[in-house]
């Protein structure tokens, strides 16, 4: 068994906001763009190697070959007749900004696409970056047109701002910006149900306390549509089997960086390859802004390189496990966690193919083209996977220090052991318990599939600490049998035996309820959302986001009867409801 010690699992929660900043006070609120651009400081693009092949103005739209450098300067492309949908105001309020600037013009047009309403020192120029991919640790280039892997990275998101902001920095990007040198022939957008999804997502992981970048702002084409193809009303089609014209949108998604796990992969390749000269300086000079970016405050400026190699191994691989620990903790499912969808700073980053588990299943996985090896119960291996690619690509820059290299191995080595204990430590927590118990977490999974139990609902109802099964059939999608309730029972009692031996009942059912939300993504209340917003009515889109903001409070009762219940029979297997094509 794995002891707990106090405050373990708070330590999951605790990068959620990825800000330690406190909340601005009213004098210091961000009211106007003039005063807004002032904030801009371009750390990335002055210290970090644009591609030497790059034009200077970005207009640099079309598929090519990237050979060297960190990033490609590009224009993003603007929406036609942009529309304002919805704005995060409680991010907003977070970094200082106010809630009239996601309506300010100038504000808009930037956030909508056009940058030439930039102003100094804010530049009328974003940036693209290039990655790798891997898959379960094996390398790919075949996705990129070239076979070279020297076309694969960020085909539709355009970074446009970098600043700090209430002494924190931030990078806000648009996702579906248009096309940039990585976009493999593509249009460059996003549809608006994708860019609600995001957005919404976003909203949802961040109210949970799963570390996540942020949503800022949701703008809308009223004037520009794009075809892709999707399901049919109630299809049970595996792949989308209709074309359908789409309103184009952007959404902004903010982080402290957007480095990714492939992102390093990328210098690492180059290095070992020896693609130019400066290849090997190159990637120690990304992994070095990674540690500048994202892990400064952990790690001792005073260290050595090697010394603060292997405090960044130690310290990604905490945060790496406790994310996918708290992916379980929610039902969340990645879906495509290769590494190139995997964030260097250890956060939830890309919302792509992702879905919600509401009847469990150890192996639920949205995506029609991940198969089981990115499935629910899968991710901690597809994190283990990644985390190898991040160790490979670092571990070069270790060639001449023996024993940071043994110390470094030993980090990755640890990994699987180190993945379990947070899993574990995940499961107590959900369950009231002081400890992990397997015995009685092996017979739980054992019933809860049996009785096709909704995630949410039963790890809420069970944090209630009933005595008898039928409180928890609220949560049952199956009809039991007088065996199973029995066994149900049997279960029950050795679980509530433990609580009460453990502490106060109702102390342990209050942080239940903290760590077991009682509001979920279900995708087929989301997809309304989007449909109508399709049509130009938006509130259901910010209702949800209204709902998903809360999701461990007791909320209203019309709220509860509409968001609190089972997945009705009709959306069973439904294409763009129950599973969905990586199209968007």
């Known amino acids: 068994m794995v002891s707990i010690q106090p405050q373990s699992f708070p330590t999951i929660r605790a990068r959620a906001t990825m800000s330690s900043s406190s909340q601005p006070s009213a004098e210091s609120c961000i009211a106007t763009f003039d005063e807004f651009v002032q904030l801009a400081d371009y750390s990335l693009m002055d210290t970090l190697n644009a591609d030497p092949d790059a034009t200077v103005d970005g207009d640099d739209h079309r598929a090519r070959q990237v050979f060297s450098g960190h990033f490609v300067p590009v224009t993003p492309t603007p929406l036609a007749e942009p529309e304002y949908v919805t704005h995060s105001s409680r991010f907003f309020k977070e970094l200082g900004l106010s809630d009239d600037l996601a309506l300010n013009d100038l504000f808009r047009r930037v956030f909508s696409g056009d940058i030439s309403a930039a102003q100094e020192p804010m530049r009328q120029v974003g940036w693209a970056t290039g990655y790798a991919l891997s898959i379960y640790g094996t390398e790919y280039t075949q996705q990129c047109p070239f076979g070279t892997g020297n076309g694969y990275g960020d085909g539709r998101a355009i970074l446009v701002f970098e600043g700090m902001i209430n002494g924190q920095r931030w990078e806000m990007q648009l996702k579906g910006g248009g096309p940039t040198p990585y976009c493999r022939g593509g249009d460059g957008r996003a549809v608006l149900r994708s860019s ?18 942020r949503s800022l702002t949701l703008y809308v084409s009223k004037a520009e549509t794009v075809t892709r193809p999707w399901y049919s009303q109630d ?14 949108a952007i959404t902004t998604r903010v982080a402290p960086s957007f480095l990714r796990v492939g992102q390093l992969e990328l210098f690492d390749r180059r290095a070992r390859s020896h693609a130019h000269p400066k290849a090997l300086e190159e990637l120690r000079m990304i992994v070095s802004h990674l540690i500048e970016r994202e892990y400064k405050s952990d790690i001792d400026q005073t260290l050595s390189f090697s010394e603060q190699l292997v405090e960044l191994a130690k310290l990604f691989r905490q945060r790496l496990t406790t994310l996918v ?26 919302y792509g193919p992702f879905g919600f588990c509401e009847i469990f299943d150890p192996w639920f996985q949205p995506w029609t083209g991940g198969g089981k090896h990115f499935s629910f119960f899968n991710q901690p291996i597809a994190a283990e996977a990644n985390y190898h690619m991040f160790w490979q690509s670092v571990r070069p820059l270790l060639a001449e220090d023996a024993k940071a290299v043994e110390h470094f191995d030993q980090v990755r080595h640890d990994f699987a052991e180190v993945m379990q204990e947070q899993i574990q430590v995940m499961w107590a927590a959900k369950l009231g ?23 949410t609902i039963f790890f809420r109802e069970l944090s209630h600490i009933p005595g008898d099964v039928s409180a928890l059939k609220k949560s049952f999608y199956g009809q039991t049998s007088q065996h199973l309730d029995e066994q149900w029972q049997s279960w029950l009692k050795s679980w509530r035996d433990l609580i009460i031996e453990s502490g106060n009942l109702a102390e342990i059912s209050k942080k239940m309820q903290q760590t077991n939300p009682k509001y979920a993504w279900r995708e087929w209340l989301i997809v309304p959302a989007y449909q109508k917003a399709m049509q130009g009515n938006y509130t259901l889109v910010k209702e949800l986001q209204e709902v998903l903001s809360h999701p461990y409070d007791e909320q209203s009762r019309d709220v509860e ?24």
């Open 433 to 455: 318990l002081p400890e992990f118990n397997p015995t009685l977490f092996k017979i739980l999974m054992q019933l809860m599939t049996e009785s096709e139990v909704d995630y």
């Open 196 to 213: 609600v999804r995001e957005f919404l997502a976003q909203e949802y992981m961040q109210a949970l306390g799963v570390p996540t970048s």
């Open 325 to 350: 620990a708290n992916w379980q903790r929610v039902g969340y499912c990645q879906g495509n966690f290769n590494s190139d969808n995997c964030a260097a700073g250890g956060f939830t980053l890309d």
């Open 235 to 248: 299809s049970r089609s595996i792949d989308p089997d209709i074309l359908i014209d789409n309103p184009v």
């Open 561 to 584: 009867d509409k968001y609190y219940r089972l997945r009705p029979k009709a959306f069973s297997n439904v294409g763009g409801v129950s599973h969905y094509s990586c199209s968007s």
